[in-house]
T-cell receptor, first 120, second 110 residues
Framework: GAGVSQSPRYKVAKRGQDVALRCDPI?????LFWYQQALGQGPEFLTY????????KSGLPSDRFFAERPEGSVSTLKIQRTQQEDSAVYLC??????????????????FGPGTRLTVL | SQQGEEDPQALSIQEGENATMNCSYK?????LQWYRQNSGRGLVHLIL?????REKHSGRLRVTLDTSKKSSSLLITASRAADTASYFC??????????FGRGTSLIVHP
């Protein structure tokens, strides 16, 4: 079956431009996560949705970062007025219901291939 | 911020040898997971160990957890060239959202 897909796979933006990154989760997965992975680092949590509700956005680095999932499936991560320090791979992951709300303390996350953003 | 710290940062071995990677963390956890990342398959979940477990096996993988030392190890036995990748530990506390370390880069020479 289809896994998590992300588009575009590569994005080059000039400093100050706005970008929008898309994530298509696995069908039926209610939980969706965004991570930022800088070169040579591990993924860092940005935000988490359960269906259309954004339950945790504590990892978003600034108010230039905004994520939405209006219908509880596809999600978009938007970065306004991009800066060079925003250059990274942005990973999306989905899973069945997460945490205790899903009746289990854990469900495996399935990651997409990521979008590599380069800000010049 | 990164919770786990993997050690070593880089590891180079010959095919057939065993590879051991360690992860240390700072705060109490509910579970710890190991992931593999390579350019071909992206980030893939390998194994999860809960805080009340001490050891788990999955194929050629063996994970141990010592909560008193706040550390975990991942052992890959009889390594293959296809095991070449970066390996990350990820700890999860009360929110169950995993926090990743910086990773160990493993190269297995054929």
């Amino acid at each position: 079956g289809a896994g998590v897909s992300q588009s575009p796979r590569y994005k080059v933006a000039k400093r100050g431009q706005d970008v929008a990154l898309r994530c298509d989760p696995i069908s039926g997965h209610v939980s969706l996560f965004w991570y930022q992975q800088a070169l040579g680092q591990g993924p860092e949590f940005l935000t988490y949705f359960q269906n259309e509700a954004q339950l945790d956005k504590s990892g978003l680095p600034s108010d230039r970062f905004f994520a939405e999932r209006p219908e509880g499936s596809v999600s978009t991560l938007k970065i306004q007025r991009t800066q060079q320090e925003d250059s990274a791979v942005y990973l999306c992951a989905s899973s069945p219901p997460w945490g205790l709300a899903g009746g289990s303390s854990y469900n495996e996350q399935f990651f997409g291939p990521g979008t590599r953003l380069t800000v010049l | 911020s990164q919770q786990g710290e993997e050690d070593p940062q880089a590891l180079s071995i010959q095919e057939g040898e065993n590879a051991t990677m360690n992860c240390s963390y700072k705060t109490s956890i509910n579970n710890l997971q190991w992931y593999r990342q390579n350019s071909g398959r992206g980030l893939v979940h390998l194994i999860l160990i809960r805080s009340n477990e001490r050891e788990k096996h999955s194929g050629r993988l063996r994970v141990t957890l010592d909560t008193s030392k706040k550390s975990s190890s991942l052992l890959i036995t009889a390594s293959r060239a296809a095991d070449t990748a970066s390996y990350f530990c990820a700890t999860a506390g009360g929110s169950y959202i995993p926090t990743f370390g910086r990773g160990t880069s493993l190269i297995v020479h054929p």
